[in-house]
């Protein structure tokens, strides 16, 4: 290995957050760290907009005081979760709802947080190549050669941090995977003064609507479903009690559309090379999760560059995806039958205690490592029929 040809320790495929998440974690370990994203900013992209409290302690744990960084007049404050039953049903389904234990969330625009983010990756000292796309990747020993638009790179790590179609998962034969979810997000912001400081979801047999406050006059609103809606108006036609809500609201923007998966990859890591984000396996958009697991990543990533032991990111990456995966597959669950999604609102409404706990466990420090992955799945949907 010639050392000389090495530019940079770090190379990062993506510049979305969780291409910025492991830039900045690296930066703050005094790592020199390269990135390049096939975009321009402001990259935007659909997605709910919601924070959830424990994205909130991992940005804080990235070096972010949340409550200083991320911009008053352009985020609002998340206090819970709300579950509106479908009205249109003919099982009654309750509207049930619960605080989040231990601290709120935040409802931000993508292109707002992807500015803190980018600007704080920069006052770190982070190189961007922007409208750079990753051609090829050759790697010998412990030196990684990457081919981009514009010129070549030499690197000591590789990170591929560039979503669900990984060019950098390709290249390195890391696309082993399981899918056990696909479906199609659909994001319109609306122009209107929130009437909840909560992550509201709506269910319907077709799919689910999620409304996050991203402002004083502003809410994102996200439709998720298995088949394709023509449009936002389209979609809400199934949500009958969040069109009333919006009945005197403007779209503002033009909507935005994209696939979720809930994907998990057999390995992260190969030689010098280790993948992020939803390059790494992802979890359906109805959890919320995605950024959260972003930056968990990030940090796991880069104790494990420190210690040149890729192996321990393998392990901590899969214990990070392991709660939100079971949630992922219990709140498809729920949304594909009436019958449960009103026994479970009906259990949380007798019990808020089953309610909290539960969101404490999605939003929470996770205790995975007690239990196997179908164990979590049985303790979890036992709690719910109870
Ligand atoms: C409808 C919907 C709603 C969602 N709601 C939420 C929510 O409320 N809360 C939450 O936390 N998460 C949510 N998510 C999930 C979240 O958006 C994703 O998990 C998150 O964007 C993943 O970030 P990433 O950086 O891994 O990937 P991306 O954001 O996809 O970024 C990848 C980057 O890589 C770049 N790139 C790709 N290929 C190349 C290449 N060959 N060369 C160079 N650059 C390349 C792209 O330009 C892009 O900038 C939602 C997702 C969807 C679809």
């Known amino acids: 290995m010639d050392l000389r040809r090495i530019q940079s320790d770090v190379f990062i495929v993506g510049a979305g957050p969780a291409g910025l998440a492991c830039a900045i974690a690296a930066a703050r370990q005094g790592l020199k ?3 390049i994203d096939a975009a321009k900013p402001p990259i935007n992209k659909a997605c709910g907009e919601g924070l959830l409290p424990g994205s909130l302690d991992s940005l804080a744990a990235l070096g972010f005081d949340p409550k200083r960084d991320l911009p008053h007049t352009q985020s609002a404050s998340l206090e819970g979760v709300r579950f509106v039953g479908d ?23 993508r292109t707002v947080l992807h500015q803190v983010l980018l600007d704080r990756a920069a006052s770190l000292g982070v190189c961007f190549h922007w409208q750079n796309t990753l051609r090829s990747v ?25 979503g669900h179609q990984s060019r950098v998962a390709a290249l390195a034969g890391l696309t082993g995977s399981t899918i056990h979810s696909r479906r199609i997000g659909l994001r319109q912001h609306y122009t209107v003064a929130p009437w909840t400081d909560f992550v509201e979801v709506y269910w319907s047999n077709i799919g689910q ?3 996050t406050p991203t402002s004083s006059n ?7 479903a298995d088949k394709k809606f023509a449009s936002p108006e389209d979609a809400l036609a199934y949500f009958p009690t969040l069109r009333h809500h919006l009945t005197a609201s403007q779209p503002n923007g033009p909507p935005r559309g994209s696939i979720t998966l809930g994907r998990s990859l057999r390995r992260v890591t190969t030689s010098n090379i280790a993948l992020i984000g939803d390059a790494s396996g992802s979890v359906d958009a109805i959890t919320g999760e995605g950024m959260a697991l972003c ?3 990030a940090l796991a990533l880069v104790s494990a560059l420190q210690s040149d032991d890729l192996s321990s990111y393998q392990s901590a990456h899969r214990n990070i995806q392991r709660i939100p995966c079971l949630m992922s597959r219990i709140l498809l669950l729920i949304g594909r039958s009436t019958r449960l999604r009103a026994q479970i609102f009906s259990s949380f409404e007798r019990n808020p205690a089953l309610f909290s706990s539960i ?7 996770h205790a995975s490592h007690l239990f196997g992955e179908d ?3 049985a303790a979890g949907l036992s709690l719910l029929t109870s």
């Open 33 to 35: 760290v390269e990135v």
């Open 87 to 109: 009205s249109t049903s003919s099982k009654r389904q309750a509207t049930v709802q619960c605080n989040f234990p231990g601290g709120s969330g935040c409802g931000i625009r």
């Open 138 to 162: 050759a790697i010998d020993r412990n030196l990684a050669t990457i081919h981009a638009t514009s010129r070549t790179f030499h690197t000591r790590y590789l990170i591929g941090a560039d």
């Open 209 to 211: 609507a999620y409304v």
């Open 218 to 224: 502003e809410v994102c609103v996200a439709f998720v």
């Open 295 to 297: 930056f968990r990543q």
């Open 359 to 365: 969101l404490q466990l999605h939003v929470g420090n």
């Open 375 to 377: 164990g979590l799945l």
